[in-house]
């Protein structure tokens, strides 16, 4: 079912892999939403790596553009705009007794997932193997993306606008204040 | 590759659930539940090797949607911050009783 991968393509998964393993890790661990969000980027851009050598090009640049660049820079600024560095705030996480029932419940989750990911994929789906390539070829890269998006899923893109609008005035209305509302 | 970016995927979605629990700072829990976001991403572009490029149309619904959960979760953020003076979830109680 799968190609052959050379050896460094291997190395290179694997590497980026640990790299974005690490980062979630040391990120999770960090008491300062500062650093949390440095070490939470580093995790989106190995991220993006795996994305691109899964010949998922576009997906790789907008990880980048929108998690690695917009959403994070957003957090960073509700950190510093509401002056979050504190030595007093750092101290916020919970007590043992919560983070060995939170490591409990993480290996119980971990253990099904993976008993889940070993169940066998209706072969009926699966696509010719130089399916993504001929589409790669006769669409590039954007329309490879686009023209199911804009055929099939046209209803759920245009939902979507929908979801963007709500999500807009739900932010202004809830960052407006007590003040504005008031009246 | 493909059970690769599973178990990998898993991993980092645990990594997500784990921080979510141990956190009580609104804001790392907020980017816990991103991370969780991005791991289901990984699962989708995995599988859209096999099953088409489907897989990544999904992937750009994701993104729009975790786009608006932090616009919306942040001005919530910063709405009790400004009521109570703190994102710290242990004073965040009013619905205790």
């Known amino acids: 079912m799968e190609p052959h991968y050379s050896l460094v393509y291997v190395f290179l998964f694997y590497l980026f892999g640990v ?21 939470l980027v ?27 660049g917009a959403i994070m820079v ?20 919970r007590g043992t007794g919560w983070k060995l029932a939170a490591g409990l419940i993480g290996l119980g989750l971990l253990s099904e997932i993976m008993v889940i990911a070993r169940t066998k994929l209706p072969e009926q789906l699966i696509v010719p193997r130089d399916f993504n390539e001929q589409q790669l070829q006769k669409l590039n890269v954007v329309g490879m993306i ?33 003040a504005a509302g008031a009246r | 590759m493909l059970a690769e970016s599973l178990a990998l995927t898993a991993a980092l ?27 289901v991403n990984l699962t989708f572009v995995a599988f ?13 619904f994701v993104m729009t949607v975790s786009a608006a959960e ?13 009521h109570r003076q703190t994102i710290n979830l242990k004073d965040i109680n009013l619905l205790k009783g």
């Open chain 2, 70 to 82: 932090a616009a919306v979760g942040l001005a919530i953020i910063i709405a009790i911050f400004r």
């Open chain 1, 19 to 39: 790299i974005a393993l690490a980062s979630a890790l040391t990120f999770v661990t960090r008491k300062s939403p500062v650093a949390a969000a440095l070490w």
């Open chain 1, 74 to 93: 957003v957090f960073l600024f509700v950190v510093m705009l509401l002056n979050l560095g504190h030595p007093s705030e750092l101290a916020a996480a």
């Open chain 2, 13 to 39: 979605f645990i990594i997500g659930v784990v921080g979510v629990l141990i956190h009580r700072n609104a804001i790392i829990i907020f980017m816990c539940v991103e991370l969780m976001l991005t791991a």
């Open chain 1, 146 to 178: 686009a023209e199911p998006l804009f055929k099939d899923y046209l209803l759920a893109f245009e939902l979507t606008s929908v979801l963007l609008l709500v999500a807009i005035t739900g932010a202004v209305v809830l960052g407006r204040g007590r």
């Open chain 1, 42 to 68: 580093n995790t989106m851009f190995s991220l993006a790596a795996l994305y691109v050598m899964l010949d998922a090009q576009f997906v790789g640049v907008m990880q980048v553009l929108v998690y690695a």
């Open chain 2, 48 to 60: 859209s090797r096999f099953y088409g490029t489907a897989g990544q149309v999904f992937v750009v």
